[in-house]
């Protein structure tokens, strides 16, 4: 007689992508893999990592919440699994409401694994009140299927214990933990110089409202191996497309705008893959910014970091993880990276990591789950299997208009117009079938309506100036 083998677990993770999912930056762009923001994938890829066992398969269900899923879900998988980061707050209310909706209609545990609250660096949770109720209704579905909810930091612990929630763990974000127990940093060089490699990283909120802009002016006029790492899709659509629909991108103040220095010295990066982020930054002396997960991928690659907190979300995370940061807020316009790297101490980062997992795992445990690190190889094949992947380059500034610069971007667009000709030609043939006689496609303007334009102008619109600087004979 010989033993049954145990059937594996299927965990489904709220992510915008598997870690093993290869697109190209323009289906990257286009779907929206990272759900705005670059630093989602970084904490996602870890409860990736974290959650793969021998016992246990984890499959991404994508960013958007589609409570008409709940069955599908149910009758598929065994557990949901939700990394989280600062969902309550004001913006992410609707969001929010989906997701509850769903768990509403699961009959599986969900675990919430770190969530935090938005406020601003003083605590204060009156902004937040508008949207209690939706918040306690999402706690409260949570609570009905797992043991605990786990939290990122102080704030969001006090926050939803002040409407009479007991069962809450802080217990930071997955990201901190990709790599296991141990941690281990060092600084470089005992200063830094005019040649030091120095990442640095920052909102438009940051750059607007808070004068990171002259600190990030300051340090590009004094360290030539200066680098910006972009995290938001709009600043990854400047980059690879020159332009955005979204408003906020005309911030000229930002280095991923066409116009600022650093886009024109090609002194810009974004990353669609934590795994290629990563290991880039391995080559750099310091990382600084107000991006928590700009700089907690910096300090995995062993890298030296200091954030500039500017709300709640990144000065909780920063206080219960020990990385060092100040607040932007009380950081001169004229400070200078090599003051913060000076200062940097990272005893209590790397002296209370090992007890920090073991609080993570522990609430994993409570609530049901197996991490690699205790039940499985420590995440080796998940590893050797990113290894194997052919992962896109790094989106950089189109500051060059060569053939191979421009060919990706020319395929896309022209696999593109033919999907949506296609689409529009069956569009066209089913009104037509209904009696609404010959269609043509009009949108609105300041003026009244007009003929949409066509595809091509539309995308000659885009890369014009390029094409015509690439096909202008010598001189």
């Known amino acids: 007689m010989t033993d049954e083998p145990t059937p594996q677990r299927r965990i489904l993770l709220r992510s915008g992508k598997s870690p093993f999912d290869v697109a190209s930056l323009e289906q990257s762009l286009d779907?929206?893999?990272?759900?705005?923001?670059?630093?989602?994938?970084?904490?996602?890829?870890?409860?990736?990592?974290?959650?793969?066992?021998?016992?246990?398969?984890?499959?991404s269900n994508g960013i958007r919440t589609d409570p008409s899923a709940a069955a599908r879900i149910n009758e598929e998988f065994d557990v949901f699994v939700v990394p989280?980061?600062?969902?309550?707050?004001?913006?992410?209310?609707?969001?929010?409401?989906?997701?509850?909706?769903?768990?509403?209609?699961?009959?599986?545990?969900?675990?919430?694994?770190?969530?935090?609250?938005?406020?601003?660096?003083?605590?204060?949770?009156?902004?937040?009140?508008?949207?209690?109720?939706?918040?306690?209704?999402?706690?409260?579905?949570?609570?009905?299927?797992?043991?605990?909810?786990?939290?990122?930091?102080?704030?969001?612990?006090?926050?939803?214990?002040?409407?009479?929630?007991?069962?809450?763990?802080?217990?930071?974000?997955?990201?901190?933990?990709?790599?296991?127990?141990?941690?281990?940093l060092e600084k470089k060089a005992e200063s830094l110089t005019a040649e030091s490699r120095i990442s640095v990283n920052g909102s438009h909120s940051a750059v607007r409202s808070h004068g990171l802009d002259a600190i990030i002016r300051q340090a590009h006029e004094r360290y030539p191996h200066l680098r910006f790492v972009g995290q938001n899709l709009l600043e990854a659509q400047l980059l690879h497309w020159r332009e955005t629909s979204n408003l906020i991108g005309a911030q000229t103040s930002m280095p991923t705008h066409p116009s600022h220095p650093m886009y024109r010295e090609g002194k810009v990066r974004l990353y669609v893959d934590p795994a290629t982020w990563i290991e880039e930054l391995r080559a750099f002396d310091f990382s600084f910014g107000s991006r928590i997960h700009g700089n907690i991928a910096a300090l995995l690659a062993g890298v030296p970091s200091t954030v500039l907190c500017s709300d709640s979300r990144t000065l909780e995370l920063c206080r219960y993880f020990g990385i060092p940061h100040r607040k932007i807020s009380e950081t001169p316009a004229n400070t200078d990276p090599a003051e913060l790297y000076e200062a940097a101490d990272f005893g209590e980062l790397v002296n209370g990591h090992k007890e920090r997992f073991l609080r993570f795992t522990g609430f994993m445990e409570r609530n049901g789950l197996e991490n690699t690190f205790h039940h499985g190889d420590s995440g080796k094949a998940f590893d050797a299997q990113m290894s194997k992947l052919a992962l896109p380059p790094a989106v950089r500034p189109w500051t060059e208009s060569d053939p191979d610069s421009l060919s990706s971007r020319f395929s896309w667009m022209q696999s593109r117009m033919d999907e949506l000709a296609a689409q529009n030609a069956v569009l066209r043939g089913q009104l037509e079938k209904k009696g609404a006689g010959p269609v043509r496609l009009r949108v609105q303007t300041s003026e009244g309506?007009?003929?949409r334009p066509s595809a091509y102008r539309r995308a000659r619109r885009v890369v014009g100036g390029p094409v015509r600087k690439l096909l202008r004979p010598e001189q």
């Open 449 to 451: 309506t007009a003929a």
């Open 31 to 59: 779907r929206d893999v990272f759900a705005t923001n670059a630093g989602n994938l970084i904490f996602s890829d870890a409860a990736h990592k974290i959650l793969t066992t021998p016992r246990a398969a984890v499959f």
């Open 84 to 184: 989280l980061a600062n969902a309550f707050r004001p913006t992410f209310e609707r969001p929010l409401r989906r997701m509850t909706q769903l768990i509403k209609k699961l009959r599986i545990p969900v675990v919430v694994l770190g969530v935090g609250a938005q406020a601003d660096l003083q605590y204060n949770a009156s902004r937040l009140k508008p949207m209690e109720a939706t918040v306690r209704e999402f706690v409260t579905q949570v609570l009905n299927r797992s043991a605990s909810i786990g939290v990122r930091g102080e704030f969001t612990e006090q926050y939803l214990k002040s409407m009479g929630f007991r069962d809450v763990e802080v217990i930071g974000c997955p990201s901190m933990f990709m790599n296991g127990e141990t941690f281990s």
